[in-house]
């Protein structure tokens, strides 16, 4: 079941490069948007400031159950919230994975990284993870409160919607690639056919074949030593590669300039440019 998302915490330091992007970004899948600042040394809180965007200094270990903590000791902690600690290694395109994962409607969703178990084997230490995403319900945040420093994910309630996922690997989205950005040849060849640019469209294969024609008829001379249909045919051939090649060029720089003297035309009476 979809469930709305109020908040987004954002946990990090020393991101001034990234933070009003990430503020932005996340505006738009949530109602309130929050920087638990860890001990920032640059201008992350100010740039927070500016676009007001609530800090929260922070400064105790990044554990679900402090996280929950500080999510209580708010004014208001309605709805669910969504806990993403900002690393070098995160990136925008990972967002979507943690809101979509949020908006399933758990009370605790944590997503970890490397954590031992307890010392007899039944689950994982809580205090000992390596938060991915951390998304907590008021339900949720009120249990995680009242469970012991050493506890671990089996003495999280049934009663709890909870789900506790390791991921050592970062996850990869397969990501749509269109002709425009499968290479660089093809993204010249997109903007040819987009932009329709007499330079490229007449000049290229014009430039191609003037200098193939070019090279091939100074071989003529030695190639054929005798007169006879064949040397006809290339030297034909030859000679009209070069002068299709030169009108190609010639026609290229002739809609150049008329395009560009119809756009000044069109600028100086304020014609509509679609006329």
Request: some cysteine.
């Amino acid at each position: 079941m979809s469930a709305p998302l109020e908040r987004v915490v954002l946990i990090g330091r020393d991101i001034e490069l990234r933070i009003v992007s990430l503020i932005v970004r996340c505006r738009e899948v949530a109602n309130e948007v929050l920087l638990f600042d860890t001990g920032s040394n640059d201008e992350t809180v100010e740039l927070a400031n500016e676009v007001d965007c609530k800090v929260v200094h922070h400064d105790g270990e990044i554990t679900p159950q402090l996280l929950a903590k500080a999510l209580m000791s708010l004014e208001t902690y309605d709805g669910l919230t969504l806990f993403l600690p900002i690393s070098s290694q995160w990136k925008l395109s990972d967002l979507p994975l943690s809101v979509n994962r949020a908006r399933e409607g758990w009370d605790i969703h944590h997503l970890y990284r490397g954590a031992p178990t307890d010392e007899e084997g039944q689950g994982v230490l809580l205090s000992s993870t390596d938060l991915g995403h951390l998304v907590l319900s008021p339900r949720g945040a009120e249990h995680l409160l009242s469970l012991p420093e050493d506890a671990t994910t089996e003495d999280i309630s049934e009663d709890i919607r909870a789900r506790f996922v390791k991921s050592d690997v970062p996850i990869h989205l397969p990501q749509r690639q269109s002709l425009a950005t499968a290479s660089r040849f093809a993204q010249l060849f997109y903007w040819m056919l987009e932009s329709k640019h007499p330079l490229l469209l007449f000049g290229i294969p014009g430039v191609v074949l003037f200098v193939l024609g070019y090279r091939l008829s100074g071989d003529l001379a030695s190639m054929f030593t005798e007169l006879n249909s064949t040397s006809i045919g290339v030297s034909l051939i030859t000679i009209a590669m070069t002068l299709i090649g030169l009108f190609a060029m010639m026609v290229a720089l002739i809609l150049y300039i008329m395009g560009k003297q119809v756009a000044r035309i069109q600028n100086q009476y304020n014609w509509p440019k679609g006329s």
